[in-house]
């Protein structure tokens, strides 16, 4: 589906996207007349006896991810719920998600203060280091 504004128009990659075991994604392109952005919903869930992935498990496949989003057209807004702490800066994973997304050139935009009740920064927004 495409709707379109007079300041541009969006709609929903309707091309066949992989599916990943460890997280749910969506994926709309916003076309404006001089950008074309594409945003990412992520969300991730949390170990549990139904979801038995670990965050390894998601860092392998949201690299997969990163390197064909990065590579399609439009410049990533990536946003979700990832369920990492990324507050916790000694953790080995949130460490090893930091690399990932600075070799695939992405910075973390929100500050390191609680997004959920018991306390952690797990709500992320990723932008383009490129275009920041």
């Known amino acids: 589906a495409v709707v379109s504004t007079q300041s541009g128009h969006y709609g929903r990659d309707n091309r066949k996207m992989d599916k990943f075991?460890?997280?749910e994604v969506m994926e709309i392109t916003l076309q404006s007349d001089i950008h074309l952005l594409r945003f990412v919903n992520i969300y991730r869930a949390p170990y549990s006896k139904k979801h038995r992935y670990t965050?390894?498990?998601f860092l392998e496949e949201f690299e997969?991810?990163?390197q064909t989003v990065t590579c399609k057209?439009?410049?990533p807004v990536i946003v979700g719920d990832f369920n990492i702490h990324?507050?916790?800066?000694?953790?080995?994973?949130?460490?090893?998600?930091g690399e990932l997304l600075s070799e695939h050139c992405l910075?973390?935009?929100v500050p390191r203060i609680p997004t959920?009740?018991?306390?952690?920064?797990l709500d992320l927004i990723l932008t383009d280091s490129k275009t920041d």
């Open 64 to 66: 997969q991810y990163l």
């Open 73 to 75: 057209e439009g410049t």
């Open 55 to 57: 965050i390894l498990h």
């Open 86 to 97: 990324v507050e916790k800066l000694d953790d080995t994973y949130s460490r090893k998600f």
């Open 116 to 121: 959920h009740d018991a306390g952690g920064t």
């Open 21 to 23: 075991k460890t997280f």
């Open 107 to 109: 910075v973390q935009k």
